[in-house]
């Protein structure tokens, strides 16, 4: 599988994905770090790729989003943005309803 393809399949895989430096519990950055406190915040779960420990997903995710810096949050398979993005449809109180929507089980 191509590294393009294993995006795909990632961003597919769960509907809310976290693409960070570090993990949720030890990030290391503090864009990354203010992305997993408004996701924790939002109270729904998702899933995160540390592309640190991940260079190739690194090196290509921009391309693939055309979106150059991390962290990147995906719901649903698109692209919502980097961190300030998720701070501001937060402070509009979107994200929360995105969040659940998209991990809502039917
Ligand atoms: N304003 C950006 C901040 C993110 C940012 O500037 N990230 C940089 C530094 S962590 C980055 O990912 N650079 C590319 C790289 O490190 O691969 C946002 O809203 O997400
Ligand atoms: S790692 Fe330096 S600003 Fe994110």
Known sequence: MSIME???????????????????????????????????????????????????????????SNWPTFPQLYINGELVGGCDIAIELFEKGELQKMMQTATANP
């Open 6 to 64: 294993q995006i795909k399949e990632t961003i597919e895989s769960s509907p809310v994905v976290l693409f960070m430096k570090g993990t949720p519990q030890f990030p290391q950055c503090g864009f990354s770090a203010r992305a997993v406190q408004i996701l924790q915040a939002c109270g729904a779960e998702f899933t995160h790729v540390d592309v640190l420990a991940n260079p190739e997903i690194r090196a290509n995710l921009p391309q693939y």
